[in-house]
T-cell receptor, first 113, second 112 residues
Framework: ETGVTQTPRHLVMGMTNKKSLKCEQH?????MYWYKQSAKKPLELMFV???????ENNSVPSRFSPECPNSSHLFLHLHTLQPEDSALYLC????????????FGSGTRLTVV | GQNIDQPTEMTATEGAIVQINCTYQ??????LFWYQQHAGEAPTFLSY????GLEEKGRFSSFLSRSKGYSYLLLKELQMKDSASYLC?????????????FGTGTLLAVQP
């Protein structure tokens, strides 16, 4: 596989469930990102990992918990979500602090019921 | 603060030319990117400007004026497959690393 792969593509979960989103990059990049994309709103940067260390947390509620076990993998652990958390969650990766842009995955479409 | 503005929607005709504008106010500017996103798909890289002027790549061109905080994406010889959302994004240096900050995107509809 090439590029940035996200699984699952679609996820429906109840407010009391626990689930995880997975992202894998095959580009040899050294930084990974989680973004939230809601209708009519800009992509919102949630978390930034550089060299497997979290360097940015944009005031994201604790019901979202990221994990970066190595430079190729990024997870977003979800628990006790709210309906307003329903959105497209995009993962991205970059090299050299993004000076050549980010490569995005196709996203996970999350619906909280 | 940081602010990136672009029109919400635009409509154009197949074969025509369309210009999508983007204005921004950010600190620590490290370049401006344009991405294309079809519904349900990943945003894909179109162009990058870090110096003032025009960058041309096939049917797509992008212009940047740093003093005016202004960029545009120019699409020529429009095709139906160009119907998509076009995202303007600024690479912003702040804190420990660069961050790519996005506008709301412009949904372009190409009509026959």
């Amino acid at each position: 596989e090439t590029g940035v792969t996200q699984t699952p593509r679609h996820l429906v979960m109840g407010m009391t469930n626990k689930k995880s989103l997975k992202c894998e990059q095959h580009l040899g990049h050294n930084a990974m990102y989680w973004y939230k994309q809601s209708a009519k709103k800009p992509l919102e940067l949630m978390f930034v990992y550089s060299l497997e260390e979290r360097v940015e947390n944009n005031s994201v509620p604790s019901r979202f918990s990221p994990e970066c076990p190595n430079s190729s993998h990024l997870f977003l652990h979800l628990h006790t979500l709210q309906p307003e958390d329903s959105a497209l969650y995009l993962c991205a990766s970059s090299q050299d602090q993004g000076l050549y842009g980010y490569t995005f995955g196709s996203g996970t479409r999350l619906t909280v019921v | 603060g940081q602010n990136i503005d672009q029109p919400t929607e635009m409509t154009a005709t197949e074969g025509a030319i369309v210009q999508i504008n983007c204005t921004y106010q950010t600190s620590g500017f490290n370049g401006l990117f344009w991405y294309q996103q079809h519904a349900g798909e990943a945003p894909t890289f179109l162009s990058y400007n870090v110096l003032d002027g025009l960058e041309e790549k096939g049917r797509f061109s992008s212009f940047l004026s740093r003093s005016k905080g202004y960029s545009y994406l120019l699409l020529k010889e429009l095709q139906m497959k160009d119907s998509a959302s076009y995202l303007c994004a600024v690479l912003n240096y702040g804190g420990a690393t660069n961050k790519l900050i996005f506008g709301t995107g412009t949904l372009l509809a190409v009509q026959p």
